[in-house]
């Protein structure tokens, strides 16, 4: 049986890892209380009662712990996925995974000297069952070969929650790092594209004078040998929508598309995981509700035989790669704070 700890409570998708490897019948055996979200703590206090509290030293040093699930402060993702992998355990990530192109570059060369999995669970894909659906919808030819996906990302700002490293630059990444990770790894993933190339970028700050290193906007236009990308993330989610973001993804084939309305259809059904698809002989609303998240357990038979039937490293890291040169080379619009 695999057993996990979780380092790094600073962000609720931690609660994704503990609930997915559970799901597989791996055991978790403690976290470290250490957090700059006392929410998340706080929940993790009351969800997991019975799942000891330990100290972070003594969970690098326990040999009989084979994952560590690291959902930190953006900025010191990287540094305890290095830390982990050195002491031989593989690592399951919130993403972003890397801030910097020389956290990227550590990453690389430890997974390299180690053998130990890098894996980055990103939430939008691996924890939303319509995405996990709409991509055995692409494997079967459903809507012919992809040439093209938009993907939004869209989130409530929800001040009175955001800890203070949210506002700064250093520390989550920057916008494109911080969200649109995802959107770049669905890019790669539906179109079935190994690499890409950032066409155009931009970040602006529209709403927050008073933060003016924040970002609350960011886009990516995105290519490949084989198809094209549009991503736009963003801060903006007013208050009367019913959830956090209305997350959305067009995957366009050649022989129809696919739209996915992941957290919310604003036209009236009720829940979440809402899939159209529209090809030559249907136009089809699908209920995913039911779809099985399939990350989780392909992650656990990589950890026990060696593979990468989860997601190649290869993934992991072009999608790292992207999400930094797109903030890097981003052009700044809106008020010219220092980003």
Request: aromatic share 10%; with cysteine.
């Amino acid at each position: 049986m695999l057993r996990f700890a979780a380092v790094g409570l600073d962000h609720g998708h931690i609660f994704d890892h503990v609930k997915g490897l559970l799901a597989t019948g791996a055991e978790f055996v403690g976290y470290c209380p250490e957090t700059t979200a006392p929410g998340v703590l706080e929940a993790m206090e009351k969800n997991y009662s019975d799942v000891p509290k330990i100290d972070r030293d003594r969970i690098f040093e326990d040999p009989k712990i084979d994952v560590i699930c690291i959902s930190a402060v953006p900025a010191d993702r990287a540094g305890l996925a290095v830390r982990a992998m050195k002491a031989g355990k593989d690592v399951m990530l919130d993403k972003p995974g890397v801030t910097t192109f020389e956290q990227l570059a550590e990453v690389r060369e430890t997974v390299e000297k180690t053998g130990k999995i890098f894996s980055i669970c990103f939430t939008e894909r691996h924890s939303v069952r319509s995405a996990v659906k709409a991509g055995k919808l692409v494997q079967e030819g459903a809507i012919g070969r992809v040439i093209q996906t938009i993907g939004t990302g869209p989130h409530k700002l929800q001040l009175a929650s955001r800890p203070d490293w949210f506002f700064d630059p250093k520390r989550f990444g920057g916008i494109i790092v911080d969200i649109a990770s995802h959107q770049i790894d669905q890019f790669l993933f539906y179109t079935g594209s190994k690499t890409g190339e950032i066409v155009a970028s931009s970040i602006g700050n529209f709403t927050m004078p008073k933060k003016p290193a924040f970002q609350d906007f960011g886009d990516i236009l995105l290519r490949s040998d084989n198809a094209t990308g549009y991503v736009r993330v963003d801060w903006l989610t007013p208050e009367g929508l019913g959830t956090w973001g209305d997350g959305r993804l067009i995957i366009l084939g050649t022989k129809g598309y696919i739209e996915l309305r992941k957290y919310i259809d604003i036209s009236g059904r009720p829940g979440k995981d809402h899939l159209f698809l529209i090809n030559g002989t249907e136009n089809r609303y699908i209920d995913c509700s039911d779809e099985e998240l399939i990350y989780f357990r392909a992650f656990v038979d990589d950890v026990a035989h060696r593979t990468e039937t989860a997601m190649s490293q290869a993934h992991v890291f072009e999608v790292c790669r992207l999400s930094l040169e797109a903030q890097a080379n981003a052009a700044r619009i809106g008020a010219q704070g220092e980003y």
